[in-house]
């Protein structure tokens, strides 16, 4: 069964009920479709901030040097947020070895809640920065800032 926890909706969990090859490969089908359009959007995300968000506020003239180094820690931990080998391979071996799934179900697991605490405390090292610049704006700063959002982000930004 694939899901979504409530905690972390963007992330898909995998649950394996029952014993059934079939099941489980389908599942994991479905879970592997999951991860690439989770991935797909949120790298479009992740791109909007590294190229435009996060260097506008790190070139700020008047931003302090403590915020600015916190915004460069983020663009460097996005490396991190790729959903990697140690996701996919597992599960991909699964589809085309459905034998495989009870000895790999512990593993995939554990990557995956493994993936979800690491973008968990990037979302929340996120927030803490973001959310106080965005705050401290004042009108003019705001449209100056709109204003330099390239087209291809005004629309979802």
Do not use: C
Not at 15 to 31: W, Y
Not at 91 to 109: F, G, M
Not at 122 to 137: A, F
Request: charge should be negative.
């Amino acid at each position: 069964v694939v899901s979504k926890t409530n905690d972390l909706p963007l992330i898909p969990t995998v649950t394996f009920e029952g014993d059934a090859k079939t099941s489980a490969a389908s599942a994991v089908k479905r879970l592997l479709r999951e991860l690439h359009i989770f991935e797909k959007s949120f790298f479009a995300h992740l791109e909007f901030e590294k190229l435009v968000m996060f260097p506008f506020f790190i070139y700020e003239k008047n931003q302090a040097r403590d915020v600015k180094d916190a915004l460069n820690n983020l663009i460097e931990n996005h490396t991190e947020l790729e959903v990697s080998d140690e996701i996919y391979s597992p599960l991909e071996h699964i589809v085309s070895d459905s034998d495989s799934y009870n000895h790999l179900k512990e593993t995939v697991s554990g990557n995956i809640l493994q993936y979800a605490e690491n973008l968990e405390i990037h979302l929340n090292e996120k927030e803490e920065i973001i959310v106080g610049i965005l705050l401290r704006l004042n009108h003019e700063q705001y449209k100056y800032y709109r204003k330099h959002i390239p087209w291809k982000y005004k629309i979802r930004y």
